[in-house]
């Protein structure tokens, strides 16, 4: 018999178990809280879209696009890509369904699975989850402050402290083409000195240099032109008054001069939030985003200014362990629902609605037909009480009420059995 592979999930893709399920929980009841509170609108949009959206949006010579999207071709010959993020997909949806005729701007968050066949290593998967925050047709950067706002506040609502706020700006249209120049004549007079990677990027995607991580690349980058010297007038008076923004409400940030962000579409501001400890440094930034004014029109559209970001919730809920954040229990029940016999079975079915409907909870073993099972399992998860129908009570229209601690027992009638329990556990 020829042995077959052990099945197991894909590379980089993992189950999110039941008891990881709490986590994620915390984290979308906050998310939704801040998004409501600042009036941003839920948006789902498909997990699988034409992939030129993701091609045209973020540039084909980004990492993203060049080595990891997950493709596939239908058969009706569509080639579709898992979405690696979500603005170019809010942004082809914002035009699709004419969001430019209603009162601007236009508030939208999401949360949920994205896809990018990378390495996989900690705090990086093929299958990540991500919330994102979008707010399309405002062109004023107190839309960039907000946004960085909202983050830093949804993270130090899940008591995620220590947190670095890192801005830069990119410039536009107007501006970048000029330092894009001057920055290639600069590396070009270093180039043999560049990593393979960086030599690569020169040619490809030059502004990507500032954001190498090989050693050998730091000393020539740390010399280099910086962009927000070479700012238009426009940029500049943007960014300044973004930061007088973030000064305003007290958000302490940094200036990184080398944070270029790895989308193309990104325009003037961008930031990143990282958390600083060992664990949040490997892991990379928790939240990335800016402003990307030109994105619909790439796809497409016409000119709708926007800015947004989003945070990798894995890397959030990996912190959250680490440094053990509570987490609101749910209430676990006190009483056991036993029954024996198909009669007490059917009524059993029957009663546990009518616990719910009081709200309180009840566990039960339905399918076991053992009365001793069915106590032994009430003991093991520390039950105060258990409920025991029989086929006799069934009849009688009556139900005992076992006291497991003191193990007395009285029997009451079966429509009174709420009302009695609710008494002993002071609901
Ligand atoms: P991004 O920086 O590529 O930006 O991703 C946002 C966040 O998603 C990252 O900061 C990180 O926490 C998480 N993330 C990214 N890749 C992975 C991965 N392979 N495994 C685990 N987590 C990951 C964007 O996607 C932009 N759409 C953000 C944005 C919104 N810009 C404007 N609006």
Redo the contacts with the bound molecule.
Sequence with gaps: MSKKAKLQSPTGMHDILPEEQKYFDKVYDTVKQIADFYQFQKIDTPILEQAEIFLRGLGQTTD?VEKQMFLLKTKGGDILALR????SSIVRSYLEHGMFNLPQPIKLWYFGP?F?Y?HPQA????Q?W?F?F?VLGERSPVIDAQIVQIFYNILNELKIKDLIVEVNSIGDSQCRPYYKKLLISYFKSRETSLCSDCRRRLRENPLRILDCKEEKCQPIKSQAPQMIDHLCEECHKHFKEFLEFLDEIELPYQLNPYLV???DY?TKTVF?IKEDSEEGKAQ???????R?DNLAKILGGKNVPA??????I??LINLMKTKKIRLHQISSPEVFLAQIGDLARKKSLKLMEDFRKENIPIAESLGRDSLKAQLNKANKIGMKYTLILGQKEALDGKIIIKDMEKGKQETVKLDKVVKEIKKRINK
Excluded: H, M, N
Aim: charged letters at 25%; hydrophobic letters at 20%; proline letters at 3%.
């Design positions: 993203v690696p993020e979500g603005t994205f990018r990378e705090g990086r998967y093929r990540f991500s994102g979008e962000r790895g989308l990104y990143e990379g930034a928790l939240v990335g985003g800016g990307y800015c947004g970001g989003a945070c990798g894995e890397r």
